[in-house]
């Protein structure tokens, strides 16, 4: 198979996006973005002809796995590149400076889902390689700043978003955050408009059924992208609070508890949330432990505990924005 890493970018009849502040050029369509004109790229994504991905002559140097055990990526370098391997899905090659993204996908794969794999998973990959640090979360717009939701997969980040955003909020992010150091304050940068829901989790949030899309081939969640509901952020704007989800959830709960994280509970929670390409670069890893260490030091980060019930999110709303979090530094009103 030929090696395609060494061959020159075939870049003709793209199109240009904005994303996190980059401006992504395409070789596929990628209708979930805002399409710009000139400019110069930096970052390029092109969707190769389908086939059993690169070649093998690859060294294996990390895998993440979901609940189940079951190996859903695995890492490589492959010449000067890395290798990024998702099984059913497709082969991504992502360049030492992240600048060059291919796509070879697996027979039969859907373009909503090469789409959805680019978008929601390079991407940060990608980001945490430019940005001071790139954190697995949501996120909403306040008056006084960006509040973020962090925890796993399932644990109702989007959920969280998704309401606040139809309760007047603006939308930062849905899934990931890309953070970046400016003077005193640590900004959050908006990733791109959309939150990824279950058809329930709709249901349960808005009034009228939303307009939805295909996220990916593999999963029931759909796009909903409206702004008229989940209207989405303009800009930059700094960070002023983390909650975390508790892993253990909060069923037994009558009402919404919000419990006062130290920075050392915070750091450790923070660096499972970091997202990074080349877990072997040691010197990238301790600029992102220096970042997290700087954000637990400076924001109030805390539990958030409630039973995972639509008819709560009110009580957590009011928790959070109409009563002063437990910090004399910040008030949500």
Request: glycine fraction near 6%; hydrophobic fraction near 40%.
């Amino acid at each position: 198979m030929r090696r395609v890493a060494d061959a020159a970018l075939d870049m003709t009849a793209t199109s240009r996006y904005r994303l996190c502040e980059l401006l992504v050029e395409s070789s596929v369509p990628l209708p979930e973005l805002t399409q710009v004109e000139g400019g110069t790229p930096d970052c390029r994504f092109e969707v190769l002809p389908c086939a059993e991905g690169f070649t093998e002559d690859v060294h294996w140097f990390h895998q993440w796995a979901d609940a189940d055990k079951e190996t859903w990526l695995k890492l490589a370098d492959h010449g000067e590149d890395f290798l990024l391997r998702f099984p059913d899905r497709g082969d991504f090659l992502i360049s030492q400076d992240g600048r060059d993204i291919r796509c070879r996908p697996l027979p039969g794969t859907p373009q909503s889902t090469i789409r959805h794999v680019f978008l929601d998973q390079i991407v940060p990959l990608v980001l945490s390689r430019r940005e001071s640090l790139v954190l697995h979360a949501s996120a909403i717009l306040t008056r006084q700043g960006v509040i973020a939701f962090l925890g796993k997969s399932g644990q109702g980040k989007s959920t969280l978003a998704a309401y606040f955003g139809q309760s007047g909020f603006r939308l930062m992010s849905d899934d990931y955050l890309a953070l970046r150091k400016r003077a005193d304050d640590w900004v959050a940068i908006p990733s791109y408009p959309g939150v990824r829901l279950w058809p329930e989790t709709s249901d349960g949030i808005f009034s009228v059924p939303p307009h939805s899309t295909e996220i990916a081939h593999y999963t029931d969640k759909r796009r909903v992208n409206d702004p008229a509901l989940v209207p989405f952020a303009e800009g930059p704007s700094a960070l002023r609070c983390l909650y975390f989800l508790n892993d253990e959830g909060g069923d037994f709960l009558a009402e919404p508890a919000i419990l006062p994280l130290r920075p050392r509970e915070a750091f450790m929670k923070l660096v499972s949330c970091a997202f990074s390409l080349d877990v072997r670069d040691k010197v990238r890893l301790e600029r992102q432990f220096v970042a997290i260490g700087q954000i637990t030091a400076q924001l109030p980060c805390f539990h958030l505990e409630y039973a995972r019930d639509f008819a709560m999110l009110p009580a957590v709303r009011r928790m959070i924005v109409d009563r002063p979090v437990r910090s004399e530094l910040w008030t949500w009103r």
